[in-house]
């Protein structure tokens, strides 16, 4: 009898730590995906630059072109895919399918420049929250990933 409670102590511990685990790692993954959100924010911006100024260029943009037109102090992490269709698409999908995505693709709905579709692939729609209606994305797009796609002014 001396160890009951002891051991109710240690259940009570274990249990404690998990729910505390629990509660600790979606705030992990939002942290993680704030970080993505703000690079693919700006990457996808230096894509919208680059096809401003090569008007005539589509398909599939090498991320060293984007990498000329983002801001000082920037970077491209490597993990994006820079499309360009005509007329006048840009679209920016992070590359691998990552867990807990829908942290970013709630926050990354946020971009408000031109006309901006934003959200997971599914079956080759972008799918952006409610109320929104899914949009067609450009070919090769994989389903899973997470997808910006805006319609460029001016082409």
Do not use: W
Not at 112 to 138: D, E, F, K, R
């Amino acid at each position: 009898m001396s160890t009951f409670p002891l051991y109710v102590t240690l259940v009570m511990t274990m249990l404690l730590s998990f729910v505390q685990a629990a509660y600790r790692f979606p705030i992990e993954i939002k942290n993680q995906y704030a970080a993505l959100v703000t690079e693919m924010t700006v990457c996808h911006e230096a894509l919208i630059q680059y096809a401003d100024a090569h008007q005539s260029t589509f398909g599939t943009i090498p991320a060293s072109s984007v990498d000329a037109y983002l801001p000082p102090g920037a970077t491209d992490p490597g993990s994006f895919t820079y499309i360009l269709t005509s007329p006048g698409t840009a679209t920016t999908y992070l590359t691998t399918v990552a867990r807990g995505q829908s942290f970013a693709v709630a926050a990354i709905q946020g971009i408000a420049n031109y006309s901006v579709t934003a959200g997971p692939v599914t079956a080759g729609m972008i799918v952006p929250l409610l109320p929104a209606q899914p949009v067609a994305v450009v070919g090769g797009v994989p389903s899973g990933v997470i997808a910006v796609q805006t319609v460029l002014r001016n082409h």
